[in-house]
Nanobody
Framework: QVQLAESGGGLVQAGDSLRLSCVAA????????MGWFRQGPGKEREFVAA????????YYADSVKGRFTISRDAAENTVYLQMNNLQLEDTAVYYC?????????????????WGQGTQVTVSS
C-alpha cells in the first residue's frame, strides 16, 4: 500500500513558475511509474507527465513539453513537477499517481494509487 501526498499548488500569474511535490509513504518499486495528472474545470482528468522509477525515463503530454519537468528524489521517495511559463489553460487540480504497470501508460485506469490533489490556478 502506498499513500501519496501532493503539495505546492497555489495562485500565480501567467508566465510564472510553480513546483509541485509528491511524497510517497510506502515502497516504490524499481519498475513502477510515478506520474502527474490534472483535471481542469469541466474537463476529464488528463495525463501530464510520468517517469519510470528505476530508469528515470520521462514522458510528457504535448501540451506541457518544454515547459514542465518531472523529476524524482529516490532517497526521499518524492517526485516533483516543475512548471514554468504557466498559462491560463494550466489551471487545474494536479494529482500525483503511481502505476505498477510494466509499461508507460497515459490512462488514469493504469494508476492504482492517487494523491488528494493540489489546486493550481493561473490568472491573467
Amino acid at each position: 500500500q502506498v499513500q501519496l501526498a501532493e503539495s505546492g499548488g497555489g495562485l500565480v500569474q501567467a508566465g510564472d513558475s510553480l513546483r509541485l511535490s509528491c511524497v510517497a509513504a510506502g515502497t516504490i518499486y524499481a519498475n513502477d511509474f510515478m506520474g502527474w495528472f490534472r483535471q481542469g474545470p469541466g474537463k476529464e482528468r488528463e495525463f501530464v507527465a510520468a517517469l519510470n522509477w528505476r530508469l528515470n525515463k520521462k514522458y510528457y503530454a504535448d501540451s506541457v513539453k518544454g515547459r514542465f519537468t518531472i523529476s524524482r528524489d529516490a532517497a526521499e521517495n518524492t517526485v516533483y513537477l516543475q512548471m514554468n511559463n504557466l498559462q491560463l489553460e494550466d489551471t487545474a487540480v494536479y494529482y500525483c499517481a503511481l502505476s505498477k504497470s510494466a509499461y508507460i501508460s497515459y490512462q488514469t485506469a493504469s494508476y492504482g494509487y492517487w494523491g488528494q490533489g493540489t489546486q493550481v490556478t493561473v490568472s491573467s
